[in-house]
């Protein structure tokens, strides 16, 4: 996606560690067109696919998904961080790790909103090593619903989250993938 590789390319700035700050229209400050365009983009990549709900992850997941949701004009599920396993039988959990927080955390949807009927396309920002979207897999794998794809605003195909999705046979849609962030200059594949 062409548009937001420039925006990339003119805003996103490097930081140690491997992390691209994007503050000033996804992170933080959100250009609204921009994510429009976002949103139908994923749509024109699963608009055949029957989905019922997107699932994200909070927080930054939120916006872009919501985005997808409206013209797929079907619900968005977050699930919610917390820092203790939930063990009540009304929640799917999952454990994870934030790759810019460096903690560990549990991820938790409810099972009100989410089960076998439900077709499902997993939405997020970034991919780095593919941690978050991992739970994100093993909720639906707990809901048993059918997943569609995991559709990523910016791929760090350096990191080896892509790597392992696409090998394990998942459909990963991302708009843009930087193959190196090196010194400071993001080149895409
Ligand atoms: P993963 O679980 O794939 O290692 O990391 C993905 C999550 O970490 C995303 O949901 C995103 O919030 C955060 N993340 C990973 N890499 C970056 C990055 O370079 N910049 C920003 N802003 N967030 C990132």
């Not at 490097?14 to 250009?31: P, R, Y």
């Not at 019922?52 to 919501?66: M, N």
């Amino acid at each position: 996606m062409d548009i937001l590789k420039q925006r990339i390319l003119e805003d996103g700035i490097v930081l140690d560690g491997n992390i691209l700050k994007v503050d000033s229209f996804l992170n933080h400050q959100i250009d609204t067109h921009l994510l429009d365009d976002i949103g139908e983009e994923f749509y024109r990549l699963f608009k055949d696919e029957h989905i019922t709900k997107i699932l994200t992850v909070e927080s930054s997941g939120i916006s872009v998904a919501c985005a997808v949701g409206r013209i797929f004009k079907v619900p968005v599920l977050f699930a919610k961080k917390g820092n203790v396993k939930t063990l009540d039988e009304a929640t799917y959990c999952e454990q994870s790790y934030s790759f810019t927080k460096k903690e560990s955390y549990y991820m938790n949807v409810s099972k009100k909103y989410l089960g076998p009927k439900d077709t499902i396309l997993i939405i997020d920002d970034f991919l780095a090593n593919g941690i978050a979207i991992d739970a994100l897999l093993g909720i639906i794998d707990q809901s048993q619903a059918k997943l569609v794809g995991v559709g990523i605003v910016i791929e760090k195909e350096f990191q080896k989250g892509g790597k392992k999705l696409r090998q394990a046979g998942v459909r990963l849609e991302s708009l843009a993938r930087i193959i190196s962030m090196e010194n400071g200059n993001i080149i895409f594949s």
